[in-house]
Nanobody
Framework: QVQLVESGGGLVQAGGSLRLSCAASGRIFISYVMAWFRQVPGKEREFVAG????????DYADSVKGRFTISRDNAKRTVYLEMNSLKPEDTAVYYC??????????????????WGQGTQVTVSA
């Protein structure tokens, strides 16, 4: 079993920055591919960014490329999402997810085995 706890969300003006963190407990952290998804009411949860088990491979949604950076610290059992140049359309609940499979970062919800409770990010115009 894996427990994921997100933090770092909040209210920020357009153009600003936030850093989300996701702390993991349970199985050996390096066993997981990690990712961030986001969801707004009435829409499906969408992939934002993913990172491989040792951090050598990353993937991003087109909408966040060049603005967001995913990273991980396996010693601290934590994955981060650095968000810069935030836009109002980035407003969502952001979820951390873990995949215990052997794959490189996948983009589908169904590929992930464990989820955090989510943290709200609100970007004002």
């Amino acid at each position: 079993q894996v427990q994921l706890v997100e933090s770092g969300g909040g209210l920020v003006q357009a153009g600003g920055s936030l850093r989300l963190s996701c702390a993991a407990s349970g199985r050996i952290f390096i066993s997981y591919v990690m990712a961030w998804f986001r969801q707004v009411p009435g829409k499906e949860r969408e992939f934002v960014a993913g990172i491989s088990k040792i951090g050598g491979s990353t993937d991003y949604a087109d909408s966040v490329k060049g603005r967001f950076t995913i990273s991980r610290d396996n010693a601290k059992r934590t994955v981060y999402l650095e968000m810069n140049s935030l836009k109002p359309e980035d407003t969502a609940v952001y979820y951390c997810a873990a995949d215990i499979g052997p794959r490189s970062p996948a983009t589908g919800q169904a590929d992930y085995d464990y989820w955090g409770q989510g943290t709200q990010v609100t970007v004002s115009a």
